[in-house]
């Protein structure tokens, strides 16, 4: 067994030890939560232990992560005020519902959703932002109350909706959503955009692009400003934004040779190109960018939506 998985198992022996020893004797409500909270700093851990597999194919990958699912949003049920434990879930929901969209889309938009559910979540841990929604202030104004401690919620919040968005463009009560991720993904890059890879960056670049008509101060200049800073922040190794960029970008302006290009980059990258950490999300991007050269033609009739 390689040191990886060694650190992988140690983690997720630690977190069920924990689970044993604070449950022996007592199964109340309140060890229950006090076993969540004990147990959630090493969550984040796990989360990154198991995106760091060098054995996940994209098929795997749609299955992978249940177990974790089960997990860590279990624990966030029953510590809902454990900022760590709902950005967590968010977080592993988001991967799961990317890795499933082309597939099974009805199941990743429902996935999504549920990131963006425990996205909200630990976003409502900060008192002054549950205070400022609670009396009535759109979310949109309310994210400026957010520290920089809170990217991670936000940027994993901001991801689910934009992907429930992308999965349900023909609804409009889910472009009604619109205006939220746009100021969560602002609030994000404004606090560390170069969190995760870039990931804020990156979701700001696709989603202006994605947005160019619907919310003031996006479109593509924006959108091209905010990519080129995140190829920047990871030296272009966040393959998945350039799979990304494809389907939005670069089918919204019509470029097909853009479009190929960027995907044949993507499939011919070094599938250890984020190294230690990053396997499972350039298995995503690279899986994301087959499909999307297979089904080029469709996409592009359906500007950049999968459905």
């Known amino acids: 067994m ?20 604070m449950s022996s004797g007592c199964s109340t409500k309140y060890m229950l939560k006090m076993t969540a909270n004990i147990a959630s700093p090493f969550i984040p851990e796990a989360v990154h232990m198991t995106m760091a597999g060098t054995n996940t194919s994209y098929g795997q990958g749609m299955h992978a992560m249940p177990g974790l699912i089960a997990l860590i949003g ?25 890795y499933n969209e082309m597939a099974r889309t009805d199941y990743a938009s429902e996935l999504a959703w549920q990131g963006y559910r425990f996205g909200m979540r630990s976003l409502m841990t900060h008192k002054k932002f549950r205070e400022a929604v609670e009396a009535g202030t759109p979310v949109e104004k309310a994210v400026e109350l957010l520290p920089k401690r809170y990217v991670e919620g936000l940027t994993w919040t901001s991801m689910s909706l934009a992907l ?6 023909t609804d409009i009560m889910s472009l009604s959503y619109a205006p939220e991720v746009n100021c969560m993904v602002k609030r994000a890059c404004e606090l560390d955009g170069t969190y995760y890879y870039g990931v804020p ?24 400003e905010s990519y080129a800073k995140m190829k920047e922040a990871n ?35 070094p599938d250890d190109i984020l190294e230690y950490q990053g396997f499972y999300i350039t298995t995503l991007a690279k899986g994301r960018a087959k499909w999307l050269l297979a089904h080029q033609e469709e996409v592009f009739q359906n500007m950049g939506t999968v459905r």
């Open 2 to 21: 390689n040191q990886r998985c060694k650190m992988k198992n140690s983690w997720i022996a630690i977190i069920f030890s924990v689970i044993l020893v």
């Open 74 to 98: 279990g624990f966030s049920e029953i510590a809902p005020d454990n900022y760590t434990l709902a950005w967590s879930s968010s977080q592993i929901f988001v991967a799961t519902a990317s």
């Open 164 to 169: 429930y968005m992308m999965m349900n463009i």
């Open 201 to 224: 960056l990156m979701l700001d670049a696709v989603f202006s692009a994605m947005a160019s008509e619907m919310v003031q101060g996006c479109g593509f200049e924006r959108a091209k």
């Open 235 to 269: 030296q272009g190794k966040l393959l998945l934004a350039d799979a990304y960029w494809a389907q939005i970008y670069a089918v919204g302006i019509r470029d097909r040779k853009l479009y190929r290009e960027l995907l044949e980059g993507v499939l011919n990258a």
